[in-house]
């Protein structure tokens, strides 16, 4: 139960698991709630491939943070966390001031390695954040023709937490990305002078859904016309071809990356709360390991796998339920189940829903065939 004292909990990072966790923790009576994140305003990321590639406005998929916190009945601080000092359960801000705690939970997200390739920052493009996607759409605005290649970056794991390691990331912008360009260039009549090539590090593209989902892409791919190598590990970008590790390279005048992902900076500068990689280990009620006042969720977490808005919800509602749990008696705790949701925008009117839970060995996989309209 709670006792006289007011429990604080703060919430580092105001994306979807961090608003996510807002939402139930705003409904236990006697919290203290502080969201911190040094941005103004939140981002409805799976719109992304839309201001790319379909002439929405970037603005329209920021919202204010503040407005949302305050509704909730929490306090909303614009400051970056620098680092957590957990054995203490004090978080220091970018300003060096700190900040006591009696839960902390970090929703950060994972970091977003773009200096990590070669030439991306002359040469690359990239759906995955709100300064990146406008200049793909710059980009491809510009763009007369020619040969494509889109595909992830590999990304490192820790060994701390057992759960599937996946080569990339996620591969769910890629899908969106390849489909979405291919019917734009149809529309302004250029896709027959363009080229269309899919990387992946992967043994297999998608590597986290199941042969269902597999069979029901592969006609789709290929009525597109586009090409999908496995296996390939990308290590340069530049002005007219990628390259990749295994020494051979691609021509491209217009390449487009998921980059690496690795942990977020405050975990990597806050001793012992990350695994090697930089990630936060948890238990399956996304408990940190060695500290048990402290949650996170999403891409942030070891346990998120693969980076994905769904999985991060997910992870929310268990880190909420615990801690009501904890702090209430009351409430049941849902088991960790995730599975990978994505609807695929194809371009004009077209999607495909992709709903799987065979990478951990679930029996659902499945992806129905979308009827063009």
């Known amino acids: 139960m709670l006792a006289n004292k007011r429990q604080r909990i703060l919430i580092v990072g105001g994306g979807f698991a961090g608003l996510r966790a807002l939402f139930h923790l705003s409904r236990i009576d006697g919290l203290e709630i502080i969201v911190l994140d040094p941005r103004e305003t939140s981002l409805v990321k799976p719109a992304l491939p839309e ?28 400051a ?18 700190t900040l006591e705690y009696d839960y902390l939970l970090i929703a950060a997200g994972a970091r977003k390695a773009y ?10 493009y990239s759906p995955c954040d ?9 980009a491809i605005e510009a763009f007369e023709g020619g040969p494509i290649a889109i595909g992830a970056a ?25 489909f979405m360009l291919d019917a734009e260039l149809r529309r302004r009549g250029i896709r027959e002078c ?17 042969s269902a989902v597999h069979a029901a892409l592969a006609p789709a791919i290929e009525e597109s016309g586009i090409e999908v190598v496995p296996g390939k ?34 975990v990597f500068a806050s001793e012992g709360l990350g695994d090697e990689a930089g990630f936060v280990p948890t238990d399956r009620q996304m408990r940190h390991l060695d500290f048990p006042k402290l949650f996170a969720v999403g891409d942030g977490t070891a346990l998120s796998m693969p980076k994905l808005g769904h999985i991060a919800i997910h ?39 992709i709903l799987s839970n065979d990478l951990y060995g679930g029996d659902v996989d499945r992806c129905p065939v979308p009827r063009s309209g």
Request: charge should be negative.
């Open 51 to 78: 201001v790319a590639l379909s002439g929405k406005s970037v603005e329209n998929v920021r919202f204010p943070l503040e407005p949302v916190v305050r509704r909730a009945g929490a306090r909303f601080v614009r």
């Open 130 to 138: 709100d300064f990146q996607a406008p200049r793909l759409a710059q």
């Open 154 to 178: 590999p990304s490192i794991w820790g060994q701390r937490v057992e759960v599937p390691r996946l080569s990339a990331p996620c591969e769910g912008p890629v899908g969106e990305v390849m």
């Open 194 to 210: 363009s080229t269309i090539r899919v990387f992946s590090p992967g043994r297999e593209f998608f590597e986290d859904v199941g």
């Open 233 to 266: 590990q990308i290590s340069a970008i530049h002005a007219d071809h990628v390259e990749f590790t295994d020494s051979t390279h691609w021509p491209s005048e217009l390449s487009i990356l998921i980059p690496p992902y690795t942990g977020n900076p405050l």
């Open 80 to 97: 970056g966390v620098d680092r957590v000092l957990a054995s203490e359960r004090v978080v220091v801000l970018g300003d060096g001031t």
């Open 315 to 353: 992870q929310a509602d268990i880190a909420c339920a615990t801690l009501r749990r904890e702090l209430t008696g009351d409430g049941e705790i849902p088991d960790f189940a995730p599975e990978i949701f994505c609807i695929m925008n194809r371009g004009g009117h077209d999607a495909m829903l």
């Open 115 to 124: 200096d990590r390739i070669p030439g991306y920052d002359e040469y690359g």
